[in-house]
């Protein structure tokens, strides 16, 4: 009897040690996986030049496109004031594939776009690097310092921009900004 006791305390005692040693490498497994994530975002082209939104929400940029764009609670009655405003106007935006702003506030751009059903025809996406240039020089004489930077033009002339990030949102900037109101982006001075 006293062996069955014994054999089964030691049974007992390594049955807990394996589930103690399964547990850390299960850790290790899940933080091994966050870093290979991670490391994949990093590694994600620069995009430079003259771009499609086709281009920025496909592959391998979707990880931050799709997200922000499908979870933009559109603000519908400040998009309705807006629309109407947009009829004669055109966007130029400025953003980098690399940037956390740009990734944010670009697929919310687009969100809005889709919903108020606004042409895209009137948007010209450039995508710059981290110094905020493109081979081509398509930044020269706009002053982008900070991106994205979404610059408003009607009759080829800048009415205003939103720069970075919206003060308030990007539907309520952009009325302001179409509406004639006194607006400062953010590095305004």
């Not at 710059?128 to 982008?144: A, N």
Request: charged share 30%; net charge negative; glycine share 4%.
């Amino acid at each position: 009897m006293k062996k069955i006791c014994y054999i089964v305390l030691v049974l007992a005692f390594f049955a807990c040690k394996d589930e103690k040693k399964t547990t850390p490498t299960e850790k290790k497994e899940v933080t091994i996986s966050k870093e290979i994530i991670d490391e994949e975002e990093k590694e994600l082209p620069i995009l430079t030049g003259v771009q499609t939104r086709t281009t920025v929400a496909a592959a391998p940029y979707d990880v931050w496109f799709s997200p922000n764009y499908s979870t933009y609670p559109v603000d519908k009655e400040t998009g309705e004031k807006v629309l109407p405003l947009l009829a004669d106007v055109n966007i130029k935006v400025f953003m980098g594939t690399w940037c956390e702003d740009s990734q944010r506030e670009v697929p919310h751009f687009y969100r809005i776009l889709d919903v108020l059903k606004i042409n895209e025809k009137k948007v010209e996406l450039i995508t710059v690097d981290e110094d905020k240039m493109t081979p081509e020089h398509l930044e020269d004489g706009f002053d982008i310092t900070n991106v994205p930077t979404f610059i408003f033009y009607k009759d080829g002339k800048e009415i205003n921009r939103i720069v970075e990030s919206p003060v308030t949102s990007l539907e309520k900037d952009m009325l302001s900004i179409l509406s004639g109101e006194d607006y400062k982006h953010t590095y305004a001075e």
